[in-house]
């Protein structure tokens, strides 16, 4: 009987990067998982308490990308530009952010987020 509501279950895990700035963005035309999701950001290093997302979930990309899914995949394509948005002024101000890793759901094999905290100092 347990074994049937475990079915639908994800293994995947979820974590937080802080002390993190975006260090680039990409935007990517298509829709579905193909194309990264339609739009990333890439996050680097902004104090001591930044771990990469692969440090933290290593079944993400070494190469720090993490997708919105603007495609509308795995957020709405409105909630989506708006984390974009909010990441392009974080990136324009080179503002500190914290950012939600996700690993049940992936681009191209790159972790989602859909939580994106910037800091105003």
Same mark, same amino acid.
């Given at each position: 009987?347990? #074994?049937?509501?475990? *079915?639908?279950?994800?293994?995947?895990?979820?974590?937080?990067?802080?002390?993190?700035? *975006?260090?680039?963005?990409?935007?990517?035309?298509?829709? #579905?998982?193909?194309?990264?999701? #339609? %739009?990333?950001?890439?996050?680097?290093?902004?104090?001591?308490d930044f771990q990469?997302?692969?440090?933290? /979930?290593?079944? %993400?990309?070494?190469?720090?990308? /993490?997708?919105?899914? %603007?495609?509308?995949?795995?957020?709405?394509?409105?909630?989506?530009? /708006?984390? /974009?948005?909010?990441?392009?002024?974080?990136?324009?101000?080179?503002? &500190?952010?914290? *950012? &939600?890793?996700?690993?049940?759901?992936?681009?191209?094999?790159? %972790?989602?987020?859909?939580?994106?905290?910037?800091?105003?100092?």
């Amino acid at each position: 009987m347990f #074994g049937i509501f475990s *079915i639908g279950t994800s293994f995947g895990e979820v974590a937080y990067v802080n002390d993190a700035k *975006i260090d680039q963005i990409l935007l990517s035309s298509g829709s #579905g998982t193909d194309n990264y999701g #339609g %739009c990333m950001v890439q996050l680097k290093s902004a104090g001591p308490d930044f771990q990469t997302p692969r440090a933290l /979930l290593p079944s %993400c990309p070494t190469n720090n990308f /993490l997708t919105f899914s %603007c495609s509308g995949v795995y957020a709405t394509k409105a909630d989506a530009r /708006l984390l /974009l948005q909010n990441a392009q002024m974080a990136f324009a101000l080179d503002k &500190k952010i914290q *950012i &939600k890793v996700d690993d049940s759901k992936k681009h191209n094999g790159y %972790c989602f987020s859909d939580y994106l905290v910037v800091f105003n100092d």
